[in-house]
């Protein structure tokens, strides 16, 4: 059974960093395409990152371009979105979510596996 579990999100004050952790069960990382989403109230969930080992594939939403990376840590099957020179506007509920297929994607419909959600909070 694929399960998704997120970690790390937190209240940060713009212009800091915060690490978000996602670790599958079932799979192993990258082996499909996997990345996260987010989203804001009364906003629709929009791709952040992705990336995929089997194709090469990797992605970003413009807006967090230079100021966040997708990692894994293939030793302990874990996803990593490190966020540096948070904004308010990065303040959401961030997903970790699994394709089955190889090639990155950020339309969440082409996502099968949802994690719960981890909250990222930019305020001072």
């Known amino acids: 059974q694929v399960q998704l579990v997120e970690s790390g999100g937190a209240l940060v004050q713009p212009g800091g960093s915060l690490r978000l952790s996602c670790v599958p069960s079932?799979?192993?990382?990258?082996?499909?395409?996997i990345g996260w989403f987010r989203q804001a109230p009364g906003k629709e969930r929009e791709g952040v990152s992705c990336f995929s080992t089997t194709s090469g594939s990797r992605y970003y939403i413009d807006s967090v371009k230079d100021r966040f990376t997708i990692s894994q840590d293939y030793t302990k099957n874990t996803l990593y979105l490190q966020m540096n020179s948070v904004k308010p506007e990065d303040t959401a509920l961030y997903y970790c979510a699994s394709s089955v297929e190889h090639v990155c994607s950020g339309r969440p419909q082409d996502f099968a596996y949802w994690g719960q959600g981890t909250q990222v909070t930019v305020s001072s």
């Open positions: 079932g799979f192993t990382v990258g082996y499909y395409a």
